[in-house]
């Protein structure tokens, strides 16, 4: 190609023979195109020469010597890849290779062409052409493994001998050193298990010659080894894979498409097969190791020798040649090793291998043969004959298996005679064969030549023991599996091993089949001689146990002995030694594992023989010569080692099991016998002295019987019993033994014991199983209050805080409670360090914990009233009311006698005298309240009727959940005055959302009752937390007094419930005169005569029944301490910090002094003398209050004005920014308050000892009370502008988890506050946080643990003005101390509070703007919206709306509703209509509004149109009986569905939504929403029928309405034509609805002329037919004849001149 005139540097070249004009553009291009063109130096032009420029200068230097190659220029053409070709060979038919096409379905057939090889392309060129592709050839032809499918063949043929094939797939089994095979598309990476990527170099997966190993990754990560593999046919993926790991947490997991199919961990041994199968199609098979993120072991890797995919073609399109060592024959699936003595040095060896020379010898799988050294002594082994009756046998030698030394059999030594081999210890020899040791006698390794007896006091040990390896025992098996070098173990003599010669890939094993009568241990010694890598391990086959094997290179016969030991249970167990190899070279093949002893425990006469003797553990004995050692059987006992003989078990002690150590105490208050085997629970009777009473000389006894306690559990136990902490307790009483599995063992079977313990893990621990009694502890307790049950022996390891492990215990305090029934226990939470958790401890109100009765002490004979038949009743009633005391002495019958009915009245204060005609009066003590009763404890009142319940008091009867009532009837026999019913109750809060005729109601005689004036409905839903007195009086006769109540729900730990308590009941007038006095109850007295009340004991003073004066508590050493009203005190305890609270003066000269003082009640006794400590001097703090600063002009702490906030760093009032708003706020109880702020008030109704709540600086509390029922509230008026909000910390502390706290804002009761959450404080002292000196003085409270017990809520308070915020703490009635709790509330702050100030500005809510300076936010107008902080709004853009003042954003109108003008709402036509593919639908302008009353609320309700009101502009709007008003929806979106109920028709769905907050029961935020479903209608009564709510929640409404709107529109085929009568010649035509739809049922009336057919019978008809037939016959008939006549007659006339005239006489008939 000639240069172009502006080219130069022309230049010629001469290449074979051809002169080419090279132009230096062209010289350039050139380079360009050829620049892999390899040149006869086997190096590109672009490796040769650098750049185009060198390239050229040295094709125009002639005299260089330039590589040889080949340059075609064309003679037209610029330079292309095709004017290239390096110096290469010509192609020759090897270099091509061919492959199928895709199949034809349409002719099942495929075509086979060829290409180059890649390892051929630009290599070759010219040469053999491409061969023709081959046409017509079947699909799917599959070929089994061994066979191959020829190109262009239609059958299958075997492979060539040293050949293999897998039947359509690659296997892999000799790796690439490191890089990853190419026959199989392999990828690694590795990366964080958080799925981060790390550099593949260093982590990924890498390759040797023998395997694939995952490559070393750091705790939490992983290296991937992936396989992508394409199948035409089902198949799978086979694998062998070994892992090195720490066990059961870093492993091997193999996916498939992302599914793990394996979960791969250390092996015992080496590499298992493993096998996935795979379905037609791509799938992703993914290894991967993993590691978790802690610990390492063994290798850290997983290993992958074998890889092998099957189905990735129908066949091999040829074999796979043999690797060097292995061979095959023809048609073979995989290759085998050569045999011994053979080898095969290179690839495809066909079968046999070549032999090895005489002199030679080869391992199985070698490829070469190396020289046999000559034999030593080390190569031969000794062969021993059998023992013979003289002791002796032959020994004679062979050459060692395989032989790999050069010596024949004549240079063995000569066979002789030697003793017998020794026999192993627990065998003597007898008779030239070894025998075991007789029962009880023994024989030790290095003992006598004979067994001898064992002394007394121990018994025989047996043990399987090998100490010497000569011959393979009956229990004993080996093999070996893989590239083996000998058939198994060897037995050598003074050890055995695993043999030698071992290639790649083996295991060789050793199975001991042993059977264990008992649990033993597996001893052995061993050495692992290791010159590559190579592992051992010991299995028990069939379970999880797997111990490795560990040892080092080179070890030597006589060194590296190591030892191991393994226990084993009772069974039949294959312990398998295994020697794995998996790499291994020619220099290798000694490695092997040796046992040189084995020793194992527990077998039985059939295995092992007594190697020694030993001592009997304590607990059994054994006579001389005894094989085993015999428990002691129970009530005996050996209490050490060696004995031989059990001694029986003292008195009051015992032995339950055998094989005692010691015998048990048995419990106080009982009696055992000696020698038994349980301890006595003395029939559950336990006898004390009453010596309350010292002045008796023979004090009475007191017997406690707690049959009826164990008689009522039956065959269960008491429980679950549950403490705070979450774990369950079990009891009994009397018995040990109980069937329901309540207290079980490991193994599932009960525990015999009388408590237990459920810990949180599920298990079960024995609190004892040893009982007994005592008196209560309790120091004001007397021996007829109850009794103490002991439960001793639990189990032990309960670790006390003093660290000393001892047995668990518990107590039971029985306590007598007539009313109580059976009762049920309780826990009692530790007080004392030392008992916890050791010792538990129960509490058991119960009547049969009161002693039998007697009646010398529990009755008195009483004299009953007069009846109307003139009879009094003469009887024995008990002393106390009700008795505390049960059963026992059989008590007289009543006696009758006459009497006289007395009608003599006496006042309240005197009762009727004996003489039935005086009043004597009530003693001190004593009150009585006239001619009726006063009802005190609920309990005892057998006359009431009902199912509402008394409380555990009895003082207060009480409703139950759901709709209750209680009846009495009250007989007014005083005709003189009428009677009187009076009577407190109490109604609780709760009733919102409730039944609205939920509530309490009093009724007389079925009508209600209450007090008009107060209660003109009858129905009371609350009393506000307190009781309410009411009086009704009652006319003489008969009445029925009814208590009920509705809607009742019942109490949780998450709830107070919602009920009635009534309390405090009197009738007057149902007789004449008090007939006896009543006795003033427990905590009250009477100190004068003629009392008609009892008073009230004050505090720190006590009373019992019946009491004239109230007893002071005990001031022995600041002695004892009670609320009012108290029946006992309690002993003060030490004071310590929590007991104080800081009290500080006023400021003088800018200091002032805090001091501990105590907190009231005194609950303690000071005797630290580091308590209270000496008064403390701090520094005053101008303005304590953060929101307030000291100004200087009014001399007082000031709060900025409004728009205003407080910067702390200046400590000046601030404007707020554009954007922001102030929020004045005030915090209460979160320092120094020590008196109740102004506006707050506090209260308390019922069983309560406080009447207010105590402030105490940093927190208020709800003060210390009985354990009655009770409401104590804590009340505070603040007032808000713009809203606000409540936040504050709370808790409950101790007690009945049915106490707690609600919170109250304007009357509304808050649901969503958590009632009782739970607190780790145990009792109400420990509640208080630990008051200790603050580091800098500041005297703050340090929480420490119990920080934790807080609970910070807070409550959005919405509305401008004074609200009301009640705080109550709820207390249910209770006897028991112990369920006292205590509500604590701290850092109360209220947002919004107008007396508060400001200390910082916030920014606007979205919705909302401030131009600045301003104490709130205005909201954005309708049509407009704003994000937070903005200065100003921002119109909606065109098409979108709000419906409110106050939107964060604006909405897009949803189908078919469009945007008003002022962009207000959203807005449908003025029809309401719609229309579906079935049709159109439309709304009257009736239908359009609906009204629903729900409860005490009233839903209005605009379908289409919204409607302007309180809600704004709303589609659903609901207003409630409080005048709030909430918007349930402002934007609608329509749709139609298929109708559930009526498949046919559709149903009609409007959506409304508001953006108005609300708050789910679940707790979460969402919005308010409505949902109406439309369904299609035609019944007359729906047509004008409300919707119906069909569910509602605080966030949603779900209503349904059955509708004729819900129809489609009819249509002209809907109709059908009807015509009426003709009434008056007048006809009336209409079309009628004939199908469901919107319509009118009658329509286009139209009327016409017509003519008033007569009816016409169908048999008249017949009957005149008939008659016309007759008429025309009987015509026909006549004019026939009368023809005939004319004729006649013409006749007659033409003949008459003829015949003369007519006989005048008319005779002559025959001419008529």
Known sequence: MPCSPHQENAMQVETWGIDLSVCSTYCLDLYSQCASSVTTDGVTISTAFESAGAFCVHMLDESASRPHWRVFVPSEEAPSASTCLSAQAECTAQDYVGHYSECDPSTSTREYFYELRDSAQGTCHAGAPTPAPLHGLPCGVHCDAGLFLKPGMHACSPCEAGTFSVGGGVRVTQWEVASLPTSLHLSTRCERTDGTPLPVETCGWQSTAEYARSGPIADNQRSVLELHVSLVRAGAVLFHADVSSETNYDGLLVSVDGVVRRRIYTQSRDFAEYQLPLDVGSHTITFTYEKDDSGAAGADAAFISLLEVTGLSWADEQCTACAPGYHSEAGAAACSPCPYNTFAASPGQASPCVACGSDQFAYPGSTHCEARAPCGTDDREAVYGACEDDGMRTLSYRYIEPQVCAGSAEQLPAEDRVPCAPCQPGFSLERGRCVQCPSGHYRAEAGADFCEPCPAGTHAVRQLVYRWFEELPDSVSTGCEGDCGSPGWRFLGALCDSGVGHGHGVDSWLTLDVTLEQAGTLEFDYSLVCEQPCKASLDVVGSWISLPITGGPGQMEDAGVQSAQLDLWAGRHQIKWTFHRYQAGDSSRNDRLRLHSLRLSGVGPQLGGGVACAPCAPGSAAAAGSETCAPCAPGHYAAGEGTDECAPCEENTAAREKGATSCLQCGEGTHTSTGSAECSVNGCRFSTEDRSHPDVDSPPVVIYDLSAVRDAAGADMFGPIYDRNGHQFFLSVCTNQHSNHTCFDRAGEPLLTFACQQDLRGLYMDLGNVMGYSLLPDAA??????????????????????????????????????????????????????????????????????????????????????????????????????????????????????????????????????????????????????????????????????????????????????????????????????????????????????????????????????????????????????????????????????????????????????????????????????????????????????????????????????????????????????????????????????????????????????????????????????????????????????????????????????????????????????????????????????????????????????????????????????????????????????????????????????????????????????????????????????????????????????????????????????????????????????????????????????????????????????????????????????????????????????????????????????????????????????????????????????????????????????????????????????????????????????????????????????????????????????????????????????????????????????????????????????????????????????????????????????FKQVPFPWWAAVVVLVGVILLIIGVVIIGVRHKRLQTQYEILINETPTMGTLDPSGNDDDHL
């Open 781 to 1650: 307790a007397g021996p007829r209050d109850g009794l103490q049950v002991h439960y001793t022996g639990g189990t032990t390891g309960c670790q006390t805080f003093y660290g000393a492990p001892r047995e668990r215990s518990a107590t039971v305090n029985f306590r007598c409670d007539p009313r109580a029934g059976v009762g049920y226990p309780r826990p009692i939470e530790p007080v004392e360090p030392e008992n916890a958790p050791c010792t538990y401890q129960f509490e058991w109100a119960s009547l049969y914990a009161c002693p039998l009765c007697s009646m010398a002490h529990d009755y008195w004979q009483a004299v009953g009233e007069c009846t109307a038949d003139g009879m009094q009743t003469l009887q024995y009633l008990p002393r106390e009311q009700p008795p505390r005391c049960h059963d026992g002495e059989r008590v007289p019958p009543p006696e009758q006698r006459p009497c006289t009915l007395s009608t003599f009245r006496c006042p309240a204060g005197r009762y009727l005298g004996e003489d039935g005609a005086s009043c004597e009066d009530a003693q001190p003590g004593q009150y009585t309240v006239g001619g009726g009763f006063f009802v005190y404890d609920w309990s005892l009142q057998s006359e009431l009727q009902g199912n509402w319940v008394a409380s555990p008091s009895g003082h207060e009867l009480l409703s139950v959940a759901g709709t209750s009532s209680s009846s009495y009837l009250a007989n007014v026999v005083d005709t003189q005055q009428n009677g009187l019913v009076s009577f407190q109750f109490k109604v609780s809060h709760g009733a919102d959302g409730l039944d609205p005729l939920a509530g309490f109601s009093f009724l007389v005689d079925g009508q209600g009752a209450l007090p008009e004036e107060r209660f003109p409905a009858q129905l009371v839903r609350t009393t506000h937390l307190e009781y309410v007195s009411v009086s009704i009086p009652l006319r003489a006769g008969i009445h029925l007094l009814t208590w009920r109540f509705r809607g009742g729900v019942a109490a949780s730990a998450q709830q107070q419930g919602y009920g009635a308590l009534v309390r405090n009941v009197q009738v007057l007038g149902t007789s004449y005169a008090a007939l006896r006095p009543s006795l003033c109850p427990g905590g009250y007295y009477s100190e004068q005569s003629r009392a008609t009340t009892c008073k009230r004991c004050p505090a720190n003073t006590y009373s019992h029944r019946g009491a004239a004066a109230c007893t002071p508590c005990s001031t022995r050493d600041q002695g004892a301490w009670s609320l009012a009203g108290s029946t006992d005190c309690t002993w003060r305890e030490p004071c310590t910090a929590h007991d104080y609270e800081w009290a500080y003066t006023a400021c003088v000269d800018g200091t002032r002094t805090r001091r501990r003082q105590l907190l009231q009640p005194q609950v303690c006794v000071e005797r630290d003398p580091l308590l209270p400590g000496p008064p403390e001097t701090l520094s005053c703090v101008r303005c304590p209050d953060a929101a307030t600063h000291w100004s200087e002009d009014e001399g007082a702490c000031v709060r900025c004005p409004a728009g205003q906030y407080l910067e702390s760093a200046s400590q000046r009032c601030v404007l707020a920014a554009a954007g922001r708003h102030t929020r004045p706020e005030r915090e209460y109880f979160a320092g120094e308050q020590f008196e109740l702020p102004t506006g707050w008030s506090t209260g308390c109704s019922g069983d309560c000892a406080e009447q207010t709540w105590r402030a105490r600086g940093d927190r208020v509390d709800s003060g210390l009370h009985h354990p009655g029922e009770l409401d104590s509230f804590l009340a505070a008026r603040v007032h808000l502008t713009g809203g606000g909000e409540l936040h504050l910390e709370y808790r409950v502390v101790g007690g009945n988890l049915q106490n707690g706290i609600q919170l109250l804002i304007d009357d509304h009761l808050i649901r969503s506050l958590p009632y009782h959450p739970v607190s780790r404080a145990s009792s109400l002292r420990a509640s208080d946080e630990d008051v200790s000196d603050a580091a800098d003085g500041g005297g703050e409270a340090s929480d420490s643990a119990a920080e934790q017990q807080w609970t910070s809520v807070f409550f959005a308070i919405e509305g401008d003005g004074e609200h009301k915020i009640v705080f109550n703490y709820h207390q249910v009635d209770s006897l028991d101390l112990a369920d006292r709790s205590v509500v604590e509330l701290r850092n109360i702050r209220v947002v919004g509070d107008a007396t508060g100030g400001a200390v910082e500005d916030e920014l606007c809510l979205a919705g909302t703007y401030s131009e600045g300076g301003t104490a709130s936010c205005l909201p954005c107008p309708v049509g407009h919206y704003s994000n937070s902080g903005a200065s100003a709004c921002s119109r909606c853009p065109a098409a979108q709306f709000t419906t409110e003042p106050g939107s964060a954003r604006c909405y897009d109108c949803p189908p078919p509703s469009h945007v008003n003008s002022d962009q207000s709402a959203c807005v449908v036509s003025n029809q309401c209509a719609f229309s579906s593919s079935r049709g159109n639908y439309t709304f009257s302008t009736r239908q359009q509004t609906q009204s629903v009353v729900f409860g005490d609320s009233l839903l209005q309700l605009s379908i289409c149109q919204p409607k302007l009101g309180a809600c704004g502009s709303s589609h659903s709007c609901v207003h409630t009986e409080s005048g709030a008003s909430k918007n349930y929806g402002s934007v609608f979106q329509m749709y139609f569905e298929t109708d559930p109920s009526h498949k046919s028709n559709e149903m009609m769905v409007f959506k409304y939504s508001s953006s108005e907050s609300c708050t789910r029961l679940d707790g979460l935020e969402t919005t308010r929403s409505t949902n109406l479903f439309v369904h299609c209608s035609m019944f007359p009564g729906d047509e004008a029928s409300m919707v119906e709510v069909d569910d509602i929640t605080d966030c949603q409404l779900n209503l349904v309405w059955y509708s004729i709107a819900g129809c489609r529109v009819c249509e002209k085929s809907d109709y059908q034509l009807e015509e009426s009568k003709c009434e008056n010649s007048q006809r009336t035509t209409q079309l009628v609805r004939i199908s469901e739809c919107n319509g009118p049922e009658v329509k286009d009336i139209t009327t016409e002329s017509c």
